[in-house]
Nanobody, 129 residues
Framework: QVQLVESGGGLVQAGGSLRLSCAAS????????TGWFRQAPGKAREFVAA????????YYADSVKGRFTISRDNAKNTVYLQMNSLKPEDTAVYYC??????????????????????WGQGTQVTVSS
């Protein structure tokens, strides 16, 4: 079992940047498929980005492509989400998720929140216009 703790959220003006961090409690975090999801008030949780356990593959929602970058530092048991050119519609609670199963490069698996067993508590990102 792994515990995930997100940090780095906050209030930023449109066009600004934030970097979210997801720190894991286990040294074997390098074996976990990891993703970021977000949920705005009154909306369903949606996929944002994901990174394979090996860091060889990354995936992004169309709405964030070219603006967000996901990366991982397995030596620090941490996954990052660098968010640039933020828009008011990016306002949401951002969640880190992880799973020990091998997703095999399946975009469906990476994008599906039901495929992840472990979730952080979330961090609020608010973008003002």
């Amino acid at each position: 079992q792994v515990q995930l703790v997100e940090s780095g959220g906050g209030l930023v003006q449109a066009g600004g940047s934030l970097r979210l961090s997801c720190a894991a409690s286990r040294r074997t975090f390098s074996n976990y498929e990891t993703g970021w999801f977000r949920q705005a008030p009154g909306k369903a949780r949606e996929f944002v980005a994901a990174i394979s356990w090996s860091s060889s593959s990354t995936y992004y929602a169309d709405s964030v492509k070219g603006r967000f970058t996901i990366s991982r530092d397995n030596a620090k048991n941490t996954v990052y989400l660098q968010m640039n050119s933020l828009k008011p519609e990016d306002t949401a609670v951002y969640y880190c998720a992880a799973d020990l199963s091998y997703f095999g490069g399946s975009l469906y698996n990476y994008m599906n929140p039901n495929e992840y067993d472990y979730w952080g508590q979330g961090t609020q990102v608010t973008v003002s216009s």
